[in-house]
């Protein structure tokens, strides 16, 4: 039976679930140890911005996850790429996983960005070029994860989103191209504070290390997911079977 | 070699759709003329893209029930092609009745008459290009009993770009501008959903037959 | 012309039936047969390439058909569960359908070849207007007209009269005779002899070896 194909195909989650025990762990704790780091600096130690006070210090919330919501939608297409053109499971799988971080990730960047705008324009939403890019990146995201949930067939599941998150990836530019010709159309003269000034580095360092920590918590997170959903699919299999019988 | 794919369809539903969502708007709004003057071209624009969204999951749904979609991916003819004639008999059977049908609700709405002739032409581009980007939705979305609202949910964030230009192609023109550079956008667009989009939708369309 | 080498087809990471082995030439008739669930749609479906989750090998001409596809699916005439016939048109037009979709010349006598499955003089009536068997019948009649050598047909006794059954069969046998070849899933025994079965047995993980036909 072990000459079989198909058994070689199932072989590689397990090769990526045993590889990555330990690389998860690693991640996991360094993520965890930049992001304490980069919170306690950015909101404790990193000065006063002058014409804002307190409130600019969300940017180190808000501009790590906006940035690693737009890389996610890339390594969530360019995953779904992989699985098309060389049917790997495993790379569906990441493309699955990535979509809900991705999603929570935007969501974080449009919430703080509401939060933000609160005490700096005085309303909570703006139709500015990079909210309006952002919300229909999550729009999106939702877009993909609402495919993916439709199809009962797992197979079939994978393979549409992954042509949809290409395609997406293509309109992306264009998409965000396009909002930002129409927000130069329609432009009010209140939202000078979106240009910022040439950052303080004292305020650019820790802003920084919160885009790697934020990088380095998606890739956990994706990980993390990734291996679970491995479990999840190949319940089937003997190896599963001996880790959750090794785990009681 | 290209038969008449449908004789009979749902051609005036959308029409009606677009007509009556029109009709809606002074309702909610207000009547008043300068109000609706400045709303007209975009509520057209939004409409006529709502009225394409809810053309297009009928587009493959019939085909893929009776079995003609197999048998479409089992001709000799490269299926792009065959998928192509597909979505230009959608537009011709959506997009353009759509714009036929604009100067009458431009009447409706009190577009001014700078505006005609650009919500026409940025209307047949667009939705030729709404056909077609719409057209990978609907190949997604057949192989789901209840594919509509999915197929709503992916396509809209990809009509953006189409919206922004179209609607402002009209209110630039209104506004006494030149229009051209928009139209030119638009038609870039379209020349590019015209090379690709038959090539995913296809791909699509070999997936959802696939299960 | 058509070879399988220990083909079966998966579903959900399982493998549907026991792997089949077996060699189909032109003249053949092939009945496959075996349990509901079995696969037997599934895998007439992978044969004319629209089910691609599979282990092993199919060569057509000794190339793998999606290697062929071109000269593959101008050969192949598939009828599946659904014929594609629409109800909204006339069977003249979903014959030209047929013919103009698989690139037929366009050389088709619709009146003869309706006459042929017995629907004479339904040539212009709507297809939602008809029976079941008589929809079916539409179907039927691509046979008629197409010259492909490789018939695929999934059930096609379905809702077929007495008198449309022997028709079909003496069609099958005619096409066999004249060296194409028919491959057929049905759950009633073929009322002619020179045909063989390929029985596909339901997988379990018990079971570990090929079924040579």
Same mark, same amino acid.
């Given at each position: 039976m072990a000459s079989w194909q198909w058994f070689h195909r199932l072989g590689s989650p397990k090769w990526f679930y045993e590889k990555t025990t330990r690389w998860t762990q690693v991640i996991g704790w360094l993520a965890l140890a930049m992001l304490s780091v980069g919170i306690v600096w950015g909101l404790g130690f990193a000065p006063e911005e002058l014409k804002q006070g307190n409130s600019y210090r969300i940017i180190y919330i808000h501009v790590p996850a906006a940035a690693v919501a737009m890389a996610g939608y890339y390594v969530m297409a360019l995953s779904g790429a992989i699985g098309l053109i060389w049917r790997m499971k495993l790379s569906y799988m990441v493309m699955k996983c990535a979509a809900p971080i991705g999603a929570a990730l935007t969501f974080a960047a449009l919430f703080t960005g509401a939060v933000w705008g609160k005490p700096t324009w005085g309303d909570y939403w703006v139709w500015d070029? !990079?909210?309006?890019?952002?919300?229909?990146?999550?729009?999106?995201?939702?877009? @993909?994860?609402?495919?993916?949930?439709?199809?009962?067939?797992? %197979?079939?599941?994978?393979?549409?989103?992954?042509?949809?998150?290409? &395609?997406?990836? &293509?309109?992306?530019?264009?998409? #965000?191209?396009? @909002?930002?010709?129409?927000?130069?159309?329609? /432009?009010?003269?209140?939202?000078?504070?979106?240009?910022?000034?040439?950052?303080?580095?004292?305020?650019?360092y820790p802003l920084i290390l919160m885009i790697f920590a934020v990088y380095m918590f998606f890739a956990w997170l994706l990980l993390t997911k990734v291996r679970v959903e491995i479990l999840h699919r190949e319940v089937k299999t003997q190896w599963v079977k001996d880790i959750v019988m090794g785990a009681k | 070699m290209i038969v008449a794919f449908r004789h009979k369809g749902e051609l005036a539903n959308p029409l009606i759709f677009f007509l009556m969502v029109v009709v809606f708007i002074p309702l909610g709004i207000s009547p008043e003329k300068a109000v609706l003057t400045v709303l007209a071209p975009g509520m057209i624009w939004v409409i006529a893209l709502l009225a394409t969204l809810l053309s297009l999951d009928g587009l493959f749904r019939s085909d893929f029930d009776d079995g003609s979609l197999e048998q479409m991916l089992l001709s000799p003819q =490269?299926?792009?092609?065959?998928?192509?004639?597909?979505? @230009?008999?959608?537009?011709?059977?959506?997009?353009?009745?759509?714009?036929?049908?604009? =100067?009458?609700?431009?009447?409706?709405?009190?577009?001014?008459a700078e505006g005609y002739l650009p919500l026409m032409i940025s209307l047949l581009i667009g939705t030729g290009s709404m056909s077609l980007i719409g057209s990978i939705g609907a190949a997604l979305t057949v192989g789901l009993r209840k594919g509509g609202l999915i197929l709503s949910l992916v396509v809209m964030p990809l009509y953006v770009p189409v919206l922004i230009f179209g609607a402002s192609a009209v209110n630039e023109a209104v506004q006494g501008f030149a229009y051209? *550079? /928009?139209?030119?956008?638009?038609?870039?667009?379209?020349?590019s959903a015209l090379v690709l989009a038959p090539f995913a939708v296809a791909g699509a369309l070999r997936i959802s037959v696939n299960t | 012309m058509l070879q399988l080498n220990g083909f079966t087809c998966i579903r959900d990471g399982e493998p549907l039936f026991v792997p089949v082995d077996t060699v189909i030439n032109a003249g053949d008739v092939v009945q496959i047969a075996?349990?509901?669930?079995?696969?037997?749609?599934?895998?007439?479906?992978?044969?004319?390439?629209?089910?691609?989750?599979?282990?092993? %090998?199919?060569?057509?001409?000794?190339?793998?058909?999606? !290697?062929?596809? +071109?000269?593959?699916?101008?050969?192949?005439? #598939?009828?599946?569960?659904?014929?594609?016939?629409?109800?909204?048109?006339?069977? !003249? %037009?979903?014959?030209?359908?047929?013919?103009?979709?698989?690139?037929?010349?366009?050389?088709?006598? &619709?009146?003869?070849?309706?006459?042929? &499955?017995?629907?004479?003089?339904?040539?212009?009536?709507?297809? +939602?207007?008809? $029976?079941?068997?008589?929809?079916?019948?539409?179907?039927?009649? !691509?046979?008629?007209?197409?010259?492909?050598?490789?018939?695929i047909l999934d059930e096609p006794f379905t809702a077929i009269d007495k008198q449309g059954v022997e028709r079909l069969e003496a069609k099958i046998q005619e096409h066999a005779?004249?060296? *194409?070849? @028919?491959?057929?899933?049905?759950?009633?025994?073929?009322?002619? $002899?020179? #045909?063989?079965?390929?029985?596909?047995?339901?997988?379990?993980?018990?079971?570990?070896?090929?079924?040579?036909?």
């Open positions: 070029a !990079r909210i309006t890019s952002m919300l229909i990146l999550f729009f999106l995201y939702l877009g @993909v994860m609402a495919l993916q949930e439709a199809y009962q067939n797992q %197979e079939a599941a994978d393979k549409t989103c992954a042509i949809l998150s290409l &395609v997406g990836m &293509v309109n992306i530019p264009i998409i #965000y191209k396009s @909002v930002d010709w129409w927000f130069t159309l329609h /432009q009010p003269a209140t939202l000078k504070l979106t240009e910022k000034s040439s950052i303080a580095p004292e305020m650019a | =490269p299926l792009p092609w065959l998928v192509l004639t597909k979505i @230009v008999a959608h537009w011709l059977m959506t997009g353009i009745p759509l714009m036929l049908l604009t =100067p009458l609700l431009g009447t409706m709405l009190y577009l001014p051209t *550079g /928009q139209i030119a956008i638009l038609g870039a667009m379209f020349v | 075996g349990p509901n669930g079995a696969g037997k749609t599934t895998l007439l479906r992978s044969l004319c390439g629209l089910f691609d989750s599979c282990e092993g %090998e199919i060569l057509w001409q000794g190339k793998p058909i999606m !290697r062929a596809k +071109h000269e593959f699916l101008a050969q192949l005439l #598939y009828l599946g569960h659904h014929p594609g016939v629409k109800k909204s048109l006339t069977a !003249r %037009e979903n014959l030209e359908w047929f013919a103009g979709v698989n690139g037929e010349a366009c050389a088709l006598d &619709v009146e003869s070849v309706l006459a042929k &499955v017995g629907l004479d003089g339904y040539a212009d009536i709507h297809c +939602h207007q008809m $029976s079941a068997g008589q929809h079916r019948r539409v179907g039927l009649a !691509r046979l008629h007209f197409d010259a492909s050598p490789l018939w005779a004249m060296g *194409g070849t @028919v491959i057929l899933t049905t759950h009633q025994a073929l009322s002619f $002899s020179h #045909y063989r079965t390929i029985d596909l047995i339901k997988y379990t993980e018990a079971f570990d070896g090929v079924t040579h036909v």
